[in-house]
């Protein structure tokens, strides 16, 4: 079902755990699993003076897929501008992880959104704008947790 | 430890060398049509007919009762289908529960398009359904109740005698999917009121593709598969007869050593779950007593089961899950749902089913590994 590579990051996830005051942090739940992921990133400048993440830790729930995008996303961004983590797209976890199972694929949607949403959670700790980009994500991110609140609510009662 | 660890016997078993070495001789030297006029064909035939009342008589039925099919599924299919189509104008009402297997539940949801209407019994916190809501849910157009015998993920045993009682006073037919306790428990189908029982081999350390229907005398069905009309009619298709051979077999060494296995393997789970429930945040799933020997089923708090099945899978040893993250569909275990586990609960769930080989050295082997993996994904899990 997984290839070596996601078997791998599964087996030996990277940069997992919490990083103590933390900039930014993004949690989202995937509607569709009910799976959980926790970013955290750290972000300093760097000789240009541009902002970089410094440092990215994830913590997660979920199956070898989920613990495996969120393993990679955090090679992939670590030291990486800010506005080069804005534009970051789920497309580049698959194509690092050399493919995962289609019906896997949210998986790595769910790792992009974690860092759209740690990226909102530190501009807003910072009071300062929010670039639309990270916006519009956050509000499409925010109406799926809801969704998904009501979909755990409704099975539980 | 080098060797694999297999505990997921209610999945399938390896076929016991005896049953292998009693097929054999049915692939080249005795390899006949049963439907065959000459001798190679009923050579065949012999053997069909004497495997057929050995398997029967295993369950206190009458030789002619028993129809051999491809496996369980199509044992579900055979009993539904075809009683609801031969006593549509009596009725259109069938009962099931909500923790049927799949091959009941869908078969289920086909005849509803089909103009039948079905009930879905409730289940207690234990898998068990209530007596009582299946008096009420039985109607005066009710044609068939199908109930699993033992679920196959909880292993939790209905009180099948009560059911029988209950169908024979209220005259409607009782199914029951008994694939997995066939061979693991005795079963007399005149003692249980049963009309209509789905077994298999795969599940007892028969072969795969081999499985019967037991169809009581009278019960009135039509045949799901049509054509040069074996098995009395009920199930054309040519005989599997190596495979029935096997399932016989695998019935004789049941017959002998059923008993020994069912108190074997009963210490060695009870002594399996006490040990996995002193894992902080665990539960056990299904009944404390009513529950399949071989069979034990928990919930791990803060975690995932494909996750822990596949970090279990590296140390070597098997076992499944109940999670939406393993299913097809993403859902997690319609059972374990139905028994009021929340969400996560049945997302963590582990299924660990024993079986003849497994040893009290390979119990301790996984007792010693389930925590430290458990441990491992809870450190991954920002849930506390």
Known sequence: MYNEKVIEHFRHPHNFGEIEDPDGVGEVGNIVCGDLMKLYIKISENEKGEKIIKDIKFQTYGCAAALATSSIITDLVKGKTLNA????????????LGGLPQIKIHCSILAADALNEAIYDYFTKNKTEIPKIITLKHERITKMNELMKEKFQNQNE | MNKRIYLDYAATTPVDKRVLDAMQPYFYENFGNTMSLHEEGRKAKATLDSCRSNIAEFLGAKSEELVFTSG???SDNLALKG???????????IITTKIEHAAILKTCEWL???GFEVSYLSVDQFGLIDLEELKNTIRKDTILVSI???NNEIGTIQNMKEIG?????????LHTDATQIFGKLPIDVNKLNIDLMTINAHKFYGPKGVGALYIRKGVSIEPVLHGGGHESGLRSTTVNVSGIVGFSEAVNIAKNEMKEDEIKQTKLRNYLIEEVLKISNSRLNGHPTRRLPNNANFSFSFIEGESLVLLLDDRGISCSTGSACSSPNLEPSHVLLSLGLKHDQAHGSLRVSIGKDTTKAEIDYFLNVLPDVVERLRKLSPLR
């Open chain 2, 112 to 114: 509803e398009k089909h």
């Open chain 2, 165 to 173: 009682e209950i169908c024979k006073n209220k005259e409607v037919y």
């Open chain 2, 83 to 93: 009683v609801a189509f031969a006593n549509q104008n009596n009725g259109k009402h």
């Open chain 1, 85 to 96: 983590a804005m534009e970051f797209s789920n497309k580049e976890i698959i194509d690092a």
């Open chain 2, 148 to 150: 699993i015998y033992a």
């Open chain 2, 72 to 74: 369980a599924t199509e």
